[in-house]
């Protein structure tokens, strides 16, 4: 059977696409976010995953306004990036895996979670950083599925809808009977506001509650309605309900193997935790 090694949970910032692009992983303001990722990609070597599940919001590359599914998934054989006017280059393509896909599509459908399925889909920078974070070399060895969440056009489903997402995910992966390793990822956030009054909006306080609470109380989110987490978060810090839903594939009691957090990048405060289920 498929099981989850671990969770690993990320901001996405295009910046960094462009800090990769130019080299500057040493550089002062750089540094203090790079590092946080070698331990991550020790655990990797260690963790051997076979498959990547990328939990994330699309900004506008694979939907629009005028689209907007709550939730979707891909089912395609390959997901290639596309030019989305950051200026960061394009990355190589992705392969995919049909077969875990569909299996993830009857069984979300079976426990109530009915996504959109994509059977073509380019993935943007919320997917493609958070892979190149973890495979500098950008070789990809492994498979990928793409699950989507709205965070990005009102109404968004609540923290509480998507934390069963990920309990509903977690037993779809567990129930797969190929003998698989997964590595489940959640990115974005976390607290930033990239437009209107409140630009350049952080809120530490929360974010570092936050991410206590991801490791023994992943429900402490949703005591906050959506309206609720964008005042305390931002209006683009909402995308930690991708963290909720990755954490939501991990049994209750969990193991940080590393965190970091840096304030900011460009606008936004980054947060890391890679998470290990104990069993
Ligand atoms: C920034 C952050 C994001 O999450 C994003 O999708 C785009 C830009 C930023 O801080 O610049
Ligand atoms: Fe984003």
Same mark, same amino acid.
């Given at each position: ?13 295009? *910046? ?60 395609? &054989? ?6 989305? /006017? ?8 992705? &392969? ?23 059977? +073509? ?15 500098? &070399? ?31 995910? /977690?037993? *779809? ?22 437009? /209107? &009054?409140?630009? /350049? ?29 964008? +005042? ?48």
């Amino acid at each position: 059977m498929a099981h989850i090694v671990g969770a690993i949970t990320t901001s996405h910032v295009p *910046a960094i696409g462009r800090a990769i692009a130019k080299g500057l992983q040493q550089d002062p303001y750089w540094k203090p976010f790079f590092d946080g990722f070698p331990p991550v990609r020790e655990w990797l070597a260690r963790a051997r995953p076979d498959v990547v599940v990328v939990v994330y919001n699309d900004h506008g590359l694979n939907f629009f306004l005028d689209k907007m599914p709550t939730f979707a998934i891909g089912a395609a &054989e390959q997901y290639r990036n596309a030019d989305e /006017g950051w200026g960061i280059p394009t990355v190589p393509p992705f &392969e995919g895996d049909p077969a875990l896909s569909w299996h993830l599509i009857e069984s979300l459908v079976a426990q109530d979670f009915d996504l959109t399925t994509c059977q +073509e889909m380019v993935v943007d920078h919320a997917f493609t950083l958070p892979m190149a974070l973890c495979w500098p &070399e950008m070789d990809w060895p492994v498979r990928t599925v793409p699950v989507c969440v709205n965070t990005v056009q009102a109404p968004l489903p609540s923290a509480q809808r998507c934390l069963r997402l990920g309990q509903a995910l /977690g037993r *779809a992966i567990a129930s797969w009977p190929a003998d698989q390793r997964v590595v489940v990822m959640g990115t974005g956030g976390l607290s930033h506001q990239l437009d /209107g &009054e409140r630009a /350049g909006f952080i809120n530490k306080e929360f974010d570092l509650q936050f991410m206590r609470s991801m490791r023994s109380d992943p429900s402490w989110a949703t005591q906050f309605s959506t309206t609720q987490l964008v +005042e305390q978060a931002g209006t683009q810090g909402v995308e930690l309900l991708n963290w909720l839903v990755a954490r939501g594939t991990l049994p209750d009691q969990v193991r940080i193997v590393h965190e970091n957090y840096h304030i900011p990048i460009s606008n936004t405060a980054s947060g890391l935790m890679l998470l290990e289920p104990m069993r």
